[in-house]
């Protein structure tokens, strides 16, 4: 059973930048996409960004896509979320996943980690 725990997530300002681990136990990241969520308060959690099994192919939304990178170390057995230029509007819980196959669907996804808080300050 693979265990999921992110860290990194805290209070910064507008157009500040913040990287997000996850790392697995219990288990490897090896053979599995790795994929970060987030939740807003009063909204469905939604897709930020995946990356597939061996870090060959990376995928992610519309509004991350020019100001996150996603990127993993299999001997760490970690995937990482780095995000810039960060807006009041990225604040929200952000989940850290893994499953088979990179995908923007939540039901694609077997392992999920219990968030951490992303806090944007104007």
Known sequence: QVQL???GGGLVQAGDSLTL???????T??????GWFRQAPGKEREF?????????????????????TISRDSAKNTVYLQM????????????????R??????????????GTQVTVSS
């Not at 870090?55 to 996150?68: E, F, N, P």
């Not at 196959?101 to 219990?114: N, T």
């Open 48 to 68: 930020v960004a995946a990356i597939s099994w061996n870090g060959g192919l990376t995928y992610y939304a519309d509004s991350m896509k020019d100001r996150s």
């Open 29 to 34: 990241f090896g053979g599995l996409a790795g």
């Open 5 to 7: 725990v992110e860290s």
């Open 101 to 114: 196959f990179q995908s923007d669907s939540r039901d694609r996804y077997d392992y999920w980690g219990q």
């Open 21 to 27: 681990s996850c790392v697995a136990s219990g288990g």
């Open 84 to 99: 810039n230029s960060l807006k009041p509007e990225d604040t929200a819980v952000y989940y850290c996943a893994a499953g």
